[in-house]
């Protein structure tokens, strides 16, 4: 190791072994740590905020080290901390000497700040320690890359992974959990679309192929570039203006998505860079947890058209989901993105079916549901209608469903216009009946309606698992569901209940 640059770092504490060898001392704030250690002698409460936020090893100085040590074993006996019992405990280990004698321990206390100003001083200590640990880790992938005995790709990732521990490296278990003041001064659940798209989650819309999902979130898209005060569709507001979306859908090409943002007046929009786009004329679909992926992810909202081509496995396992796709989108959402949207393929039973639930809309939809905080499905009906629906509200209370008609409204107004709204419209069994009926006699609408309120019921019952049957009758109701209290009864049997 160049002698001119670092000292010798231990690989355990990350302090320097030779300070002699140092033209460039490492980081570190000795008035800080002194601070730390006096304002404990001074008030033992001052060790709660102290361990908090630094570890023992997260002291520079080797005597510092030492001192925090013990005052750390003898609160866990139960015992004061104060200048007596502290030189009791190192002179019987042999440490009093190491740990800078009687006449420096005495000068800790003198002139020290409050427990309050604590943890200040703590997150000094902390974020010089961290620096310090960054610098060993230059060090060593600097003599790794020089000695050319790993490839690139193998030296890259140990990079990754050494940086990755530096910079997240906690002080101690507490640190894991939110604290009381963040608690408290939690943001609000905030909507950039009001009831309908929620920032910090993700949401889903679900459909058949080719049944204008690509063509709704264009449509989504332009409404977040338009910006606060508009309209999505005439029904939700728009709370926010968007500076940035990501629009990456690698099951098409360039050309079909330019005629769908010609057709929706995108245009503009890529021309400042507020709208980029990836599509498989680009190539295949770029991996979420790529670094410059997450770094582009910060501050954008990102659509996800469709979902599976991220996923690597069986897309109907909820296991390839969740170490998969879960984890992508989680990471986005780390990385700063304000709000991820994705499209779902439905499967092809779902043509059959004339109700909507997560369960028939989306594969593998018991681990998607953690997954997405909210959920839509569409349905394309005849004359060009997209019947849209909510089938998983988490933090709000959704809608009804409405209808938007696509053509010729999309060639003509460059959008979609609202065919049916919410409370005009209804299920979308009510929308399109089937009047075949079995061999039994029994019309499949009647079997179809009956599969879609033991649905609803399965819903609820996720939900909140102790809801009464007042409640479950005021949230059919609230659905224009009629539904008489012993066919609750009968349909809590079908489940179980």
């Keep these: 190791m160049s002698s001119h640059k670092f000292a010798r770092i231990d690989r355990r504490t990350s302090q320097p072994q030779n300070m002699g060898d140092v033209a460039r001392p490492l980081p570190h704030n000795l008035e800080a740590e002194r601070t730390i250690l006096g304002a404990i002698l001074l008030d033992n409460r001052a060790l709660i905020p102290a361990t908090e936020k630094v570890r023992t090893e997260d002291f520079f100085l080797s005597q510092h080290r030492q001192i925090f040590e013990r005052m750390i074993q003898l609160a866990a006996k139960h015992q004061p901390i104060d200048l007596i019992t502290l030189m009791d405990d190192l002179t019987s280990r042999g440490e009093l000497e190491s740990a800078g004698g009687i006449a420096y321990l005495s000068q800790l206390g003198d002139g020290q700040p409050s427990v309050t100003n604590v943890e200040h001083y703590a997150r000094i200590v902390k974020e010089k320690a961290t620096l310090r640990s960054l610098a060993y880790s230059a060090e060593v992938i600097r003599e790794q890359a020089l000695a050319g005995e790993d490839d690139a790709a193998t030296i890259k990732?140990?990079?990754?992974?050494l940086f990755s521990q530096a910079d997240t490296s906690s002080s101690s278990w507490r640190d894991m959990f939110h604290s009381y003041d963040e608690i408290v001064n939690a943001?609000?659940?905030?909507?950039?679309?009001?009831?309908?798209?929620?920032?910090?989650?993700?949401?889903?819309?679900a459909g058949l192929s080719g049944q204008y999902k690509t063509w709704l979130m264009l449509s989504i898209c332009k409404a977040l570039l338009e910006g606060e005060g508009t309209k999505l569709w005439g029904l939700f507001d728009v709370m926010e203006t968007s500076t940035r979306i990501l629009y990456l859908i690698p099951e098409s090409g360039l050309g079909p998505l330019v005629y769908r943002i010609n057709k929706l007046g995108l245009l503009p929009y890529m021309r400042d860079e507020r709208l980029l786009v990836r599509t498989l004329s680009k190539g295949p679909a770029p991996k979420l947890q790529d670094p410059r992926m997450l770094s582009a992810a910060k501050g954008a909202k990102i659509f996800?058209?469709?979902?599976?081509r991220f996923i690597e496995g069986d897309e109907s396992s909820a296991t390839d989901n969740n170490r998969g796709l879960a984890a992508d989108i989680f990471a986005l959402q780390a990385a700063g993105a304000e709000s991820v949207f994705a499209a779902a393929h439905s499967p092809k039973a779902f043509a059959q079916q004339n109700f909507m639930e997560l369960e028939n809309m989306v594969r593998g939809s018991g681990d998607i549901s953690a997954v997405f905080a909210t959920a839509w499905g569409v349905r394309q009906l005849p004359g060009d209608v997209a019947h849209i629906q909510?089938?998983?509200?988490?933090?709000?209370?959704?809608?009804?469903?409405?209808?938007?008609?696509?053509?010729?409204?999309?060639?003509?107004?460059?959008?979609?216009?609202?065919?049916?709204?919410?409370?005009?419209?209804?299920l979308l069994a009510d929308e399109m009946p089937d009047t075949k009926r079995s061999n039994s006699g029994a019309s499949s609408d009647a079997r179809e309606t009956k599969a879609l309120k033991i649905a609803f019921l399965r819903r609820l019952y996720n939900e909140n698992p102790n809801i009464t049957w007042q409640e479950i009758t005021a949230a059919f109701q609230r659905d224009k569901i009629e539904i008489a209290r012993g066919t609750i009864r009968a349909y809590k049997k079908e489940l179980g209940r």
């Design 390 to 426: 909510n089938i998983k509200p988490r933090d709000f209370e959704p809608c009804g469903p409405f209808q938007l008609a696509a053509r010729p409204h999309i060639n003509e107004t460059g959008n979609f216009q609202l065919h049916k709204a919410p409370g005009q419209c209804g």
């Design 157 to 161: 990732e140990r990079a990754t992974t």
């Design 304 to 308: 996800l058209d469709t979902a599976v």
């Design 187 to 205: 943001p609000p659940l905030k909507f950039a679309v009001q009831n309908f798209l929620q920032n910090d989650a993700a949401t889903l819309l």
